[in-house]
């Protein structure tokens, strides 16, 4: 069996990318069991990097099918406004705002008013750092260096689009994650709050 490579997405990894993203969308771990809608994630993590900055998009190819991916934007602002305008009007219909006077009874109503939210991306802490990214890996790839190169591949990219620093949001508990982050040079960001998500940044060079 050969090696799995980096390259860029294409519109036909769509399904695998989504299907990535639910796999690891709680806490790192399945959240096919947290979510009913399983495109909830992947329509807020996934798929509108793919579709409003494809070039900064790239997975990791086993050879049959996309295992792992890394996605981006290099100018956060104007991928909050592109989102808005492009992306959510495409999504929202699928996932209906709840009410909006009662509280969030579960975290699918919580992360389904981020969605709609596109601006809470816009969080004055990051500012410093116009880029940020998303990456995950099926759990039989993760450890084996292949986060590595995926997000070396879009730092890069990164760095040709003009932006000289990036940052990431993880949850706090995640503390494989945040291993794995530290060793690839992230430092924390400071903000008022980590209790449930951590800011992470780091120059694209």
């Not at 994630?41 to 792992?68: Q, S, W």
């Not at 981006?72 to 305008?85: A, I, L, M, N, Y």
């Not at 699918?108 to 969080?123: C, I, V």
Request: hydrophobic residues 35%; negative net charge.
């Amino acid at each position: 069996m050969s090696e799995p490579t980096v390259r860029l997405y294409r519109p036909e990894d769509r399904d695998a990318v989504y299907d990535i993203c639910i796999r690891t969308g709680h806490t790192g771990g399945d959240a096919r069991d947290v979510y009913r809608d399983h495109d909830l994630l992947p329509d807020m993590f996934a798929g509108p990097y793919t579709v409003l900055e494809p070039e900064l998009a790239f997975v990791l190819d086993d050879g049959g099918r996309a295992v792992g991916y890394v996605v981006g934007t290099s100018d956060t602002p104007r991928f909050v406004r592109d989102f808005r305008e492009r992306w959510l009007p495409t999504v929202a219909a699928k996932h209906p705002l709840p009410e909006e006077e009662s509280e969030p009874a579960t975290l699918e109503e919580s992360m389904t008013r981020l969605l709609h939210n596109p601006e809470h991306m816009l969080a004055p802490e990051s500012a410093d750092y116009p880029a940020h990214l998303h990456i995950d890996l099926l759990p039989d790839y993760q450890g084996r260096g292949f986060g590595r190169i995926l997000l070396t591949t879009l730092f890069a990219a990164l760095a040709e689009a003009g932006a000289p620093r990036v940052h990431l949001v993880m949850a706090t508990a995640n503390t494989a994650a945040r291993a794995f982050y530290d060793r690839m040079g992230f430092h924390e960001i400071p903000t008022a709050d980590t209790s449930d998500v951590t800011y992470l940044g780091r120059s694209t060079t």
